[in-house]
Structure formats: C-alpha cells, structure tokens
C-alpha cells in the first residue's frame, strides 16, 4: 500500500522483479482487446481485457512503470503509461486515450524515445503529470530506481468506495493482508477459520487476499516468491485438505469378452 502525495489517498502496489515489458510489450498490454493468445482456446488472456477489467475493479486509474533488458539483455528500456478513467470521463473523451512514454539507455544516460514528435511527448508528459499521482517528471523517474534492473511497477489510485465511503478494499483488519468488504465476508466463516485452522483457506479465500494466494497454485516454481504487505505468503497445498476418502465402485459397459468390469476409484 502507497500514500498518495497529492490527496493523502490510499493506493495499491502490485510490482515484481521479472522481465519486464519494453515499449511495445507495455502498448500490448494497455490496450483494450489485444491479446498474442487470441486464437488459443481455454486459455488465461485469450481476449485481452483482464488487466484492464482487473484493475478498473478495484480503482478508477492505474500507472505502470516497467524496466526491460530486451531479448539481447544489451537494449534496456524503461517505460510508463497511464489508463485512467477520471482522465477520460473528466475531460470526455470520446476515444479511449492511453499516454506512454518511452526511454532507452545508452552507456549511462536514459534518453527520451520519440514514437512521434516532440509535442506528443510533452503532450503525454503533461497528461500523466496532471492526473497521476506524481508531479513532475523527476518523481515518475525515481519510481524506475526501486525496480533495480528489471521488473513492472503496478499502482492503481482513486480505489472505489462502497455506499457508506469506505474504501471497498480493507486494510485495517490484517495489517499482512488485503480483505474485500460486503457481501463476500462472511463472518460466520471467519469465527470457523479461528475455531479449526486447517480449513482457514476454504473458509475465508473468498474475502481474504492472503488465504486466496495461498491456494492459487498447485506448485510453485523454484526460487518462486509471493510477499503480501511485507510478508511471505506460505502456500498451502489444497490436495491436503482432502482428509476423508471413500471408495466407489464403478460398472462400466461390458468389455470385449462380453463380461463386465469393476473398477475401484478412491476418491479424496
């Protein structure tokens, strides 16, 4: 969680230290309805809005810093881009307008990448300064330096309220963890998940980010981390909540000597 400098407003920082995405890659990722996996069926970013989609859930606006070594690791580039929807509805556009600028490093200097002109640089230097939440060029570059080598920044700001103007996220409750307010809180559940512990993630992943991540995947890849508020989050194989095992009988059709088969699956 960020503090806003400019409304003292709370904000949500999602960041990593992967590859990160160069400038074309970030353009890819800030547009609405492209995706490379468009014609793989059953796949997660088939149809290229769930960044998108995600985000506007849970505020208004999101900037997205990103450092890239490139595919040669030698053409480094750093990037940001705005998607706000106070921008857009503030100023009616009609058009979906996204701002992103681009830089490369050469030796030691990062120096500007000009996709157009001049003008449509400043122009988009002044749009993410008027409606982000940093105020001038030095403050969006200081968030580059604690990416380090590689690696995305995500901040999303203006979070929504729910009709009593609190923020629909909570981040009173848990100081290690981000919970949903409403309708998914179920607090009934919560008293069951302190009475039998072992069945916390089934109990409260519905509200609670931290028991969600925790069953999110089956495995982790090596060297694989997942920290949430300054803490490690400790995965928690689902498969070992299933204690109770029964065993079914199953009668398929006749086999080929024409007499039928048993077979015994063990289910649990």
Known sequence: MLINRKDVSRMLLIEDNGGGMDPDKLRQCMSLGYSVKGKLANTIGQYGNGFKTSTMRLGADVIVFSRSCGKDSKSVTQSVGLLSYTFLRSTGKEDIVVPILDYERKEREWNKILRSSADDWGRNMDTIINWSPYSSEAELLEQFNLIENHGTRIIIYNLWEDDQGQLELDFGSDQHDIQIRGVNRDE?????????????????????????????????PPNFRIILRGKDVEH?????????????????????????????????
């Open 236 to 268: 928690h194989d689902v498969v070992n909540d299933m204690m109770m095992t029964e065993e079914v009988t199953y009668r398929p059709q006749s086999g080929a000597d024409g007499l039928p088969k048993d077979i015994n699956v063990i289910i649990g």
């Open 188 to 220: 009934k559940n919560i008293q069951m998940a302190k009475q039998y512990p072992n069945s916390r993630h089934f109990l409260t992943y519905r509200h609670s980010l931290r028991s969600y991540v925790s069953i999110l995947y089956l495995r982790l």
